[in-house]
């Protein structure tokens, strides 16, 4: 038997595993002797109805039973279906209507991440729909063509949902940004909603069963991709394009292909980055999105793989420690491509492929800070000040509660801050917590200016919506809040660890005239 590690040294990665001792569940590893792997699921593409020229949706959240493994079921939650939901697709400049039935015992919400829309319209914490009732958003669609997603978004519940399977996939395409990428949903442009998750023995999932969950946020050692189990993808062209969406709670995610082969990034969060960057590795903290481009036209076997990222975490008595320093530290298969000979040659992926328009650093007429903090009992700063809870503050290790920006955890009647209409703003975000936070804004996307003072890396150039801010990190970024104006209705900004977010990491900003 090839064992996953004697597999990742054949490709030149054992030093990975070795290093960070590659640890695989029992369930997980009886049952990969036991199967092959699973052809990767491909969601049900939703194009709605059109009606008038609204383009309108039906979605029922749904309590949904899911086999992950042969033999057991897990009580899953779904929309339209039994886990996760379909990739919607929208087209730039339409307006789309959304019917939203909660057929769940709870109540929950929904949230289209990433895009520009008003605040009631937006699916946050304040647009909860009770069990039993509907909620019918209705926006126009102005987002460039793109990879989006959406989610519940239940304040202090949001991450037991979205980990049960309250989730799914948006496409945005756009009529008049049309290139001779790999564009047909499900044969050359695969949509990757890559999870982690952790199971009981009798196959139901396992969620916050450690005391490292309420810190770090909820990992698991299962990889789910669209719902799938070890999958494995067949390509029937030479160039694929992967829409890769981080909708694990809490893990990063390092892509790279097995045999170290070079890919192209297309788009980030909010649409196509200005010129394909090549690449090897490619880093996606959670609710970050990328397009890459993969050719497979040498027929070979190959396989898509997370790599663990060594920590350089000191290394002390206590919890905390071993905690951070075990991070990030797995590897993981994530996709199994069965090479394919004679594929034929379906697209290309042009030298330029949009242009984007980049906000001035001198438009900006108001920067503020977050601060991002964890008052884990480490020096980790602020978790003084109103809403912040009490603080250990002897260095023990203890807490996991206090995640606050600025100092402050999220109230629901609390407007952290307000924004002028029709401006720009600078934002810095800090960390000074020993983990990184990927900081998520509502309502848009934003552009990145500097991290510690450098020009980011070219494929955090294009628009994002949610941005890695590593600890001891400044990032800066640069936003427009632009035509709606609510002095009631706020978005949220936050931590993308659910975790984090449904402990406190999150704060709320209207946009006011
Ligand atoms: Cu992905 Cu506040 O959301
Ligand atoms: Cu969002
Ligand atoms: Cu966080």
Redesign the pocket.
Known sequence: MITRRKALKAFGFGSLGASTGLYLPSLTVAQSIADAGNPLKIPALAQGELVGNVRQFQLRLQQGSSSFFPGTTTASIGINGDYLGPTLRFRRNELVSLHIDNQLREPASL?W?GFHVPATEDG?PHQVVASGDTWNPQFTVVQFAGTFWY?S?MLDTGGEQVYKGLAGMIIVEDDDQQLELPSTYGVDDIPMVVQDRRFNEDGSFRYMNAYEDTVVGMRGDTILVNGTRQPYFEPTTALVRFRLLNAANARTFVFAFSDGREFRQIASDGGLLQAPVTMRQLELTP?ERAEIVVDFSDGADVRLLSLGKPSNFPEFPGAMSGMMRSLNAQDFEILSIHGQNGLNDNAIVPEQLTSIYRLPEAAATNTRQFRLSMGSGMRSGDDRGPGTGSRNGNGGGHGGGNFSINGRRMEIDYINERIQFNTTEIWELSNNSPMMHPF?V?NGQFQLLDRNGRTPPANEMGWKDTVQVGSGELVRIIMRFTDFIDDENPY?Y?C?ILEHEDRGMMGQFLIIE
Do not use: Y
């Open positions: 949230h991440h946050g989610h978004h609710a998520h509502h949220m936050h993308h």
